[in-house]
């Protein structure tokens, strides 16, 4: 199982993967944990723990849509940067660049990566002032 596969083991007996039901993600201890970020009619996210997705550290973010996961947002965890006094629009291009290197070590070739399950990105979204990589899900 890798994130090749659309799959990310967020231990706990929770693995993100094409089809996870927003029920599924709840019932497991890791939903149990996670934060609730918004919640507008049917669409839902939430925020897990930081977790380590083959060998990077991660908050990942969940958004659900008709109780479906859609999206896995992947935002990198640095140690040496744990408030937003570290931003500045060049750490963030420098996080881009870190993720590009990342995926491209991890899925073994360069963008774009676009898969059955769904797609695969590095994102740089400068009006949010974030970066993160992203898995996009489509509806099986």
């Known amino acids: 199982m890798t994130i090749l596969d659309g799959k990310v083991d967020m231990g706990g007996g929770l693995v993100i993967e094409p089809g996870l039901t927003e029920a599924k993600f709840l019932s497991s201890p890791v939903g149990m944990a996670a934060t609730v970020f918004v919640k507008n009619g049917v669409h839902h996210s939430y925020k897990l723990q930081n977790t380590d997705v ?3 550290h991660f908050l990942p973010l ?3 849509s008709d109780n479906v996961l859609t999206e896995a947002h992947l935002h990198s965890v640095a ?3 744990k408030n937003w006094t570290a931003y500045s629009s060049q ?3 420098a996080h881009k660049l870190d993720n ?3 995926l491209q070590k991890t899925l073994g070739a360069a963008p774009p990566y676009a898969f059955s399950w769904g797609s695969i990105e590095s994102v ?3 009006k949010g ?3 993160f990589v992203l898995l996009r899900y489509l509806k099986i």
Request: overall charge negative.
């Open 54 to 56: 083959q060998g990077k």
């Open 129 to 131: 002032g974030m970066t």
């Open 79 to 81: 140690a040496n940067e």
């Open 62 to 64: 969940l958004y659900f």
């Open 100 to 102: 590009d290197s990342w």
């Open 91 to 93: 750490t963030e291009a």
């Open 124 to 126: 740089l979204d400068q």
